[in-house]
């Protein structure tokens, strides 16, 4: 069964940092694409990064330069280190699969996880 | 990027009507759109990849069409368990972005 656990959100003063994680199961993530989309309280979905099968993370303008995302095959867990945070970041954080790595939609959402930025 | 235009961003609705919701791309993406279903609190769901195709175990009554910019989203006989928020995505090229969301209440 296919499966993916965010873990790592929690409450964090503006300008910190904090790293979330993306365990998978059922499939490998050195043959999918994951992303991380985030919704902010209230609002609507907004993508922030791509972890390429074979190749390099792609961010959105809003998070380049300060998150960086990573993979760890041997754990099949996908990471997003978060620096420099706003409050503008506050947002459940979810990581997806790509149904395909040509046509893209996302076929499996973990449950979300909640960075809360804030003084 | 791409922006997409969803309209209406709120419509009322009652059990068996037929519901449309309709998403614009500022230019042009094929087919690469996806449409999901979100529900307070729970992750959203795929229902309709590439413009047109059902996700496995999505009811029929769910149907997708359009291609180049404009797209609709159909639910034929809506059902209680309908009555959630709709959002267009493209995947065309990165940044992937999403349209505003349609929130589907009762009437």
């Known amino acids: 069964e296919v499966q993916l656990v965010e873990s790592g959100g929690g409450l964090v003063q503006p300008g910190g940092s904090l790293r979330l994680s993306c365990v998978a199961s059922?499939?490998?993530?050195?043959?999918?694409?994951i992303s991380w989309v985030r919704q902010a309280p209230g609002k609507g979905l907004e993508w922030v990064s791509v972890?390429?099968?074979?190749?390099?993370?792609s961010y959105a303008d809003s998070v380049k330069g300060r998150f960086t995302m990573s993979r760890d095959d041997s754990q099949n867990t996908l990471f997003l280190q978060m620096d420099s945070l706003t409050p503008d970041d506050t947002a459940v954080y979810y990581c997806?699969?790509?149904?395909?790595?040509?046509?893209?939609?996302?076929?499996?959402w973990g449950q979300g996880t909640l960075v809360t930025v804030s003084s | 990027d791409i922006q997409m235009t969803q309209s209406p961003s709120s419509l009322s609705a009652s059990v068996g009507d037929r519901v449309i919701i309709t998403c614009r791309a500022s230019?042009?993406?094929?087919?690469?759109l996806n449409w999901y279903q979100q529900k307070p609190g729970k992750a959203p769901k795929l229902l309709i990849f590439?413009?047109?195709s059902l996700q496995i175990g999505v009811p029929s009554r769910f149907s997708g069409s359009g291609s180049g910019t404009d797209f609709t989203l159909t639910i034929s006989n809506l059902q209680p368990e309908d009555f959630a928020t709709y959002y267009c995505q493209q995947s065309y090229k990165t940044p992937l972005t999403f349209g505003g969301g349609t929130k589907v209440e009762i009437k």
């Open positions: 972890f390429y099968a074979g190749g390099s993370p």
């Open positions: 590439t413009a047109s």
């Open positions: 230019q042009r993406i094929d087919s690469f």
């Open positions: 059922g499939f490998s993530v050195t043959t999918s694409y």
């Open positions: 997806a699969r790509d149904r395909t790595v040509t046509t893209g939609g996302f076929d499996y």
